[in-house]
């Protein structure tokens, strides 16, 4: 697998929301480099354009996507077809939309605040991952998030994304953790289990 990581933060926040999650990988051996962008600002397929130039420039890589930015990586991967891919790991990704991204949206406020990212949280991308390169999903279970202050849970979720709605057809392997939504970027736990999904194409490379 390959030891370079590009890591691919969510919707509001910064690269550098990143730096813990970077540096664990960092300790098991890889480097990470992570990528800065505008949900609000910039449609789906200009950030994939983006992803796919810094892709090009940082050659072969594995590639980590937190909630949106999940949505990023399957798009770029998806349409560019002939980057160098490793392991791709999603975290607590809207794959299938998202029912409290929706509920936002409903809000004149909460449309503004997901920008052009609004129709992703509605629809998510329902598509298949054709790729050979193993595609691993952690999804958590710790329903702590802006979800639940816009009504009950209808499933297991982390407080933002319901498990269901992490699904993409053609994953390798996803893994279920007692983590909420933001909480995921500072977990031991999810660290560790993206290391081994990253370097072997297993969650089930690291002790549960």
């Excluded at 594995?62 to 160098?84: D, K, M, Q």
């Excluded at 009504?151 to 983590?179: C, F, I, K, W, Y």
Aim: charged share 20%; net charge positive; with cysteine.
């Amino acid at each position: 697998m390959s030891r370079e990581v590009i890591l691919v933060p969510g919707l509001w926040m910064p690269g550098a929301a990143m730096s813990w999650l970077g540096a664990r990988l960092t300790r098991a051996g890889m480097r990470c480099r992570a990528f800065d962008y505008s949900g609000r600002e910039s449609p789906l397929p200009a950030l994939a354009e983006r992803l796919a130039r810094l892709a090009r420039d940082c050659g072969p890589a594995a590639y980590l996507g937190h909630s949106l930015g999940g949505l990023v990586v399957l798009e770029t991967l998806a349409t560019e077809r002939s980057l160098e891919v490793g392991a791709v790991v999603l975290l607590g990704t809207p794959a299938q939309g998202s029912i409290a991204g929706r509920r936002l949206a409903r809000a004149r406020i909460g449309h503004w605040m997901l920008g052009e990212s609004e129709p992703l949280w509605r629809e998510g991308r329902r598509m298949r991952w054709t790729r050979p390169e193993p595609l691993g999903v952690i999804a958590g279970t710790l329903p702590i998030g802006l979800g639940r202050a816009l009504g009950p849970p209808s499933g297991a979720n982390d407080g933002v994304v319901q498990v269901e709605e992490t699904e993409v057809e053609g994953m390798r392997e996803r893994l279920l953790l007692p983590v909420s939504h933001s909480a995921m970027l500072l977990s031991s736990r999810v660290a560790a289990h993206s290391a081994a999904f990253l370097q072997r194409g297993s969650f089930d490379a690291c002790a549960r």
